[in-house]
């Protein structure tokens, strides 16, 4: 089980990866790439502590911070640059 978690993760950190060089748009690249990064990530903590149950408390206090802290920045990020001027949608050469 353990292994299928950590494959998932794998699976959902490239794919957020691939996001952020595919999508045109700024605010679609933050979005792409903190939702998949936030479950990948999350998805591979999981997996470490059916790996190692002594580390539990650890991976459990990351996890926490990690689900907090990775959407509040995306929507920190996003915020300022809003506010800065960057325009929604594609940009015409």
Do not use: W
């Not at 002594?54 to 689900?67: G, P, Q, V, Y």
């Not at 300022?80 to 929604?88: C, I, M, N, Q, W």
Request: hydrophobic share 55%; no cysteine; aromatic share 8%.
């Amino acid at each position: 089980m353990a292994n299928i978690l950590m494959g998932i993760g794998i699976i959902f950190l490239f794919a957020g990866s691939l996001g952020l060089f595919t999508m045109e748009d700024f605010y679609s690249k933050i979005q792409a790439i903190g939702i998949a990064d936030t479950v990948g990530i999350i998805s591979v903590i999981i997996s470490l502590m059916l790996k190692y149950p002594e580390n539990m408390a650890r991976l459990l206090i990351l996890s926490i911070l990690i689900l907090v802290l990775n959407p509040a920045i995306s929507s920190i990020i996003a915020y300022h640059a809003a506010k800065s001027g960057e325009k929604v949608g594609r940009k015409i050469k």
